[in-house]
């Protein structure tokens, strides 16, 4: 039972103290979408912040960023009408997407892909197609900390404060 309070409180005080820092610093290096981080973060928990699955999880996120640009320069130029349009794109490149991703599944995590173009889609989709700017790097950016940053350091900071408990 100790064991468990020391799991709990460790990854209490880390959530509470890491991801702060980085809503904060965010904002100074032209992330507007900082939250991003939190959510890819926790896609990645799922994964128990495994080191080997940061580089798949990472190519997932980007590509789901990169997939949510073109869908948006798709459906603004489709002209099917806005149902078939949104329809007709999310058929073809989330098909496309599970496809290619099982193809390179080694490098690609398919779950991180969908995650990071519904981020994508949700955050430019109703933006205009050309008035994207840095949006896409803002998103790839922040879906990259919260996988190396929240994620991993966050994972080895919680085993820091686990050991220093332990020690003393």
């Known amino acids: ?15 509470a103290a890491l991801p702060p820092i980085w809503a904060v610093c965010s904002t100074y290096m032209g992330v507007t ?7 890819c973060a926790g896609l990645f928990a799922c994964l128990g912040n495994n080191i080997k699955m940061a580089i798949p999880t990472s190519i997932g996120f980007l590509c789901g960023d990169i997939w949510a640009v073109i869908a948006v320069n798709v459906m603004a130029h489709l002209g099917l009408g806005p149902n078939a349009t949104v329809y007709a794109t999310l058929f073809v490149m989330g098909g496309l997407a599970v496809i290619i991703g099982s193809v390179f599944e080694k490098f690609i995590l398919v779950p991180a892909w969908l995650c990071g173009w ?4 949700t955050i430019m989709g109703p933006m205009d197609a050309s008035a994207l700017g840095t949006m896409p790097i803002q998103i790839g950016v ?14 080895l900071f919680q085993k820091f404060l ?3 408990i332990r020690k003393n």
């Open 1 to 15: 039972m100790k064991e468990k309070w020391i799991n709990v409180f460790t990854l209490a005080f880390t959530v």
């Open 33 to 39: 979408v900082g939250a991003v981080a939190l959510i």
């Open 162 to 164: 686990i050991r220093l």
């Open 118 to 121: 519904a981020i994508g889609l």
């Open 142 to 155: 922040a879906m990259l900390a919260g996988v190396w940053y929240v994620g991993i350091v966050g994972d």
